[in-house]
């Protein structure tokens, strides 16, 4: 069974992406009150960066469904070009706003100036270790989503090379291509802490860059063909929801408790887990058919939707926020109340007055009409952390 198109809509990722971004702005927030200090309560305030490897999922399961349905209905591929042109304009306009903005009021020269204008804005940070968190200081995780951007017509044209024929053999290609790929990242983290040194300053680009995070990317492509080809059709919602959450939680309980001595070790099990974490974190949002239940419940109450839809800019000026904040010597309460109202007032400010307006030129150039985003628009699903030692 083929389970809806190219078009298909999921209104319940909006939420899954405000929960993304506000563990994100919370962890960033226990850095700059110091609770992420190493003791006690740090650990498990350290592991809310997964909401890094969530948006990446995000990312996967929307932006590959599309190529996926297209070849399980023998329908066009998307356009590369059009798709191309939609991210260059979903991504890059409130960046580069944020950027300068940013760059002016705290002096960021080096933004400003070259070779360092080219690397921040043409979103080169993860290849440059020494302005890798320059600029905008979570922003090198855009440059890993321009990176997935652009294999993804690659590995979407790799795929329709695969035998065809039946649903279930061109599921079971699609899956085996993702598996291949979620193994190469694998390989590659594992090279990186056995081979280079975790003192290098190129050791923490070398685990976050692609190939290194294309597993996370492919588990959310494989939910996507999971959703595309209707295999979750008799899926019961608020069974998927509570067991997809039980596995989120044990993983985070085991990322937080199993901390192996060796420093690469630890890396390599930490991304492991998050990745299993944020697999199962987002399949309640996008498997199963109707609603139900506590978690398919939580993810429809509006306003997490609707700071899903205002978590792009939330994410491009909360930290500058907190650490401002922090600078201005708030109090611990202030940091994390003010800090959390003023990005949403940003994040709300980019949304209103940028990102909604390169949306509509976006739809324009895809032949549909310059209405705003349906409820789980792909868009540049990343609000990530900065680089921890």
């Given at each position: 069974m083929i389970a809806?198109?190219?078009?298909?809509?999921?209104?319940?990722?909006?939420?899954?992406?405000?929960?993304?971004?506000?563990?994100?702005?919370?962890?960033?927030?226990?850095?700059?009150?110091?609770?992420?200090?190493?003791?006690?309560?740090?650990?498990?305030?350290?592991?809310?960066?997964?909401?890094?490897?969530?948006?990446?999922?995000?990312?996967?399961?929307?932006?590959?469904?599309?190529?996926?349905?297209?070849?399980?209905?023998?329908?066009?591929?998307?356009?590369?070009?059009?798709?191309?042109?939609?991210?260059?304009?979903?991504?890059?306009?409130?960046?580069?706003?944020?950027l300068i903005v940013i760059a002016l009021a705290f002096g960021r020269d080096d933004v400003l100036s070259w070779p360092g204008a080219l690397v921040h804005f043409g979103l080169l940070q993860a290849y440059d270790p020494a302005?890798?968190?320059?600029?905008?200081?979570?922003?090198?995780?855009?440059?890993?989503?321009?990176?997935?951007?652009?294999?993804?017509?690659?590995i979407g044209l790799a795929a329709r090379r695969l035998p065809g024929g039946s649903a279930a053999r061109i599921v079971r290609g699609e899956l085996t291509l993702l598996a291949v790929l979620a193994l190469v990242a694998v390989l590659w983290r594992l090279v990186v802490v056995v081979l280079a040194d975790p003192a290098g300053e190129a050791y923490f680009p070398l685990l976050v860059a692609l190939p290194a995070q294309l597993d996370v990317f492919a588990a959310g492509m494989a939910l996507a063909v999971v959703s595309a080809a209707g295999l979750d059709g008799r899926a019961r919602p608020p069974l998927v929801a509570s067991l997809a959450w039980l596995v989120a939680a044990l993983c985070y309980v085991a990322v937080v408790q199993w901390r192996p001595d060796d420093p690469g070790a630890r890396v390599f099990v930490e991304h492991q887990l998050q990745g299993l974490m944020?697999?199962?974190?987002?399949?309640?949002?996008?498997?199963?058919?109707?609603?139900?239940?506590?978690?398919?419940?939580?993810?429809?109450?509006?306003?997490?939707?609707?700071?899903?839809?205002?978590?792009?800019?939330?994410?491009?000026?909360?930290?500058?926020?907190?650490?401002?904040?922090?600078?201005?010597?708030?109090?611990?309460?202030?940091?994390?109340?003010?800090?959390?109202?003023?990005?949403?007032?940003?994040g709300t400010a980019s949304w209103y007055l940028v990102e909604r307006h390169a949306l509509r030129l976006g739809r324009r150039a895809a032949g549909r009409?310059?209405?705003?985003?349906?409820?789980?628009?792909?868009?540049?699903?990343?609000?990530?952390?900065?680089?921890?030692?």
């Open positions: 809806g198109g190219a078009a298909a809509r999921f209104p319940l990722v909006d939420s899954m992406r405000a929960l993304a971004a506000l563990a994100i702005l919370a962890y960033h927030g226990a850095l700059f009150t110091g609770a992420l200090d190493g003791t006690g309560t740090a650990f498990w305030y350290a592991q809310l960066n997964v909401g890094v490897p969530l948006f990446f999922a995000i990312s996967g399961f929307l932006l590959y469904r599309p190529w996926v349905a297209a070849r399980l209905t023998g329908a066009k591929r998307p356009d590369a070009r059009v798709y191309g042109l939609r991210r260059l304009l979903r991504l890059v306009p409130a960046y580069w706003l944020a302005r890798f968190t320059g600029g905008i200081g979570q922003a090198w995780t855009l440059t890993v989503e321009v990176a997935f951007y652009a294999a993804l017509p690659v944020a697999l199962a974190l987002l399949a309640p949002a996008v498997l199963g058919r109707g609603g139900g239940g506590a978690v398919r419940r939580l993810l429809a109450w509006r306003p997490l939707a609707w700071i899903g839809l205002v978590s792009y800019g939330l994410y491009l000026w909360h930290l500058d926020v907190l650490r401002e904040l922090a600078e201005r010597e708030v109090p611990t309460a202030g940091i994390v109340v003010l800090g959390t109202l003023l990005a949403l007032v940003f009409p310059p209405a705003g985003p349906p409820a789980g628009h792909p868009e540049p699903a990343t609000a990530p952390t900065v680089a921890r030692p």
